[in-house]
């Protein structure tokens, strides 16, 4: 597996602002995911982060809602933009490792006020 | 479109008992289902099954896969507290431009009470 880390952990946000969340691997991955759980929800895709190239987004993101960044094989960050309470939810970055295996990061939990 | 579901939704036991949770499939693409345990924030991978009626086994937590009737099942023997969780079964897509998306079941609320 790889250690996989998320900054911030957890955050309280003003609604119309936004959030970039940070997903970093300790090795170099190919496949980088973001998901997101909305409270009482199981996990939902948004986008799989592409090093070098656009992200690619599940249908219902949009990349002016949620850009994604990823530099490099061992980084990614999330934005989540012009927030509403809606977007309250636990943010999770997942690497694929090992054939169809994926590993989750730590999560972030966003409140929205 | 891909399609998992789990049962039952949520599940109240005792210490040491036995229980069984089932996750039935419907995906195009096919070639792995895992099963992951959520405490707080993050899943952790407890199993990646591929072929059918290979038993899958770690301490207390066995799982086994059926391809022909598309379902899997996770056992957890012995519970305790600590096993208190959410399980969660995804099927990965294994083809097409959706390559790597995980589909996610609804998940099990599992309570063990000491």
């Known amino acids: 597996s790889a250690v996989i880390s998320q900054k911030p952990s957890r955050d309280i946000c003003q609604r119309g602002t936004s959030l970039t969340i940070q997903c970093q691997v300790d090795s170099q991955v190919t496949m980088m995911f973001w998901y997101r759980q909305q409270p009482g929800q199981s996990l939902t895709l948004i986008a799989t982060a592409n090093q070098g190239s656009e992200a690619t987004y599940e249908s219902g993101f949009v990349i002016d809602k949620f850009p994604i960044s990823r530099p490099n094989l061992t980084f990614s960050t999330l934005t989540v933009s012009n927030m509403s309470p809606e977007d309250s939810s636990i943010y999770l970055c997942?690497?694929?490792?090992?054939?169809?295996?994926?590993?989750f990061g730590p999560g972030t939990r966003l409140l929205v006020l | 479109e891909d399609k998992v579901v789990q049962s039952p939704l949520s599940l109240v036991v005792h210490e040491g008992d036995t229980v069984t949770l089932n996750c039935s499939y419907e995906v195009t693409n096919f070639r792995s289902l895992l099963w992951y345990k959520q405490e707080k924030k993050a899943p952790t991978f407890l199993f990646m099954l591929t072929s059918s009626g290979i038993e899958k086994k770690s301490g207390r937590l066995s799982s086994i896969l059926d391809k022909k009737e598309l379902f899997s099942i996770l056992n957890i023997t012995a519970t305790q507290t600590g096993d208190s969780a959410v399980y969660l079964c995804a099927v990965p897509n294994a083809g097409g431009t959706s390559y790597g998306k995980l589909t996610f079941g609804q998940g099990t609320i599992l309570t063990v009470h000491p």
């Open positions: 997942s690497v694929g490792i090992y054939q169809e295996t994926q590993y």
